[in-house]
């Protein structure tokens, strides 16, 4: 048995306590609800690519740096790195898998995306637009600042994001467009 300090609690103790035990997550990805016993320690990450097979969603850093693994839970941006997967019991998940209004149609970031050359090698897009949505969603119509500003947790290697923000502003006219009565 490990030593423990008085006072605190037996850290070295507690992965022992938890190995092989399960715990029962229910959740909703993508509009699909979704039951799974999983162990307490894995990542939200790691949940959704190899439980859930949902492969979009790319892990870069696994410190929540780089905004590669960014997915938004019940509408937030949250790194799905840095969140354990009994952590979204409960929850509506929406990965890039989920933006899309069908298999064969684009969503109106994506496809700005795709006509303004904002994917680049494409590894840290899915985070870039989760991160996107929502900021669209919180401001409709950004100017290039407050969209720079939007993407600072997002780092992208290949790009200095001339092409992203112009992909940004592109989708906020076409959603603006769409969403006129």
């Given at each position: 048995m490990p030593d423990a300090t008085p006072g605190l609690p037996a850290f070295e103790s507690a992965p022992a306590a938890y190995a092989g035990e399960r715990v029962a997550v229910s959740l909703t990805v993508n509009g699909r609800?979704?039951?799974?016993?999983?162990?307490?320690?894995?990542?939200?990450?790691?949940?959704?690519?190899?439980?859930?097979?949902?492969?979009?969603t790319h892990v870069g850093c696994e410190h929540g740096v780089c905004g590669a693994c960014t997915i938004l839970v019940d509408g937030e941006p949250v790194r799905s790195c840095l969140m354990l997967a009994v952590q979204a019991d409960g929850s509506a998940i929406q990965t890039v898998e989920g933006l899309a209004p069908s298999s064969d149609a684009l969503h109106p970031l994506q496809e700005a995306f795709w006509n303004a050359h904002g994917l680049q090698c494409g590894f840290c897009t899915p985070g870039i637009l989760m991160t996107v949505t929502a900021l669209l969603r919180d401001t409709p119509a950004p100017t290039d600042e407050e969209i720079r500003a939007g993407l600072s947790g997002n780092l992208c290697r290949c790009t200095g994001y001339q092409n992203i923000v112009r992909a940004v502003k592109q989708a906020a006219g076409q959603l603006a467009g769409e969403s006129a009565p």
């Open positions: 609800a979704y039951q799974r016993a999983v162990e307490p320690r894995l990542l939200l990450s790691d949940f959704i690519r190899h439980e859930l097979r949902l492969t979009g």
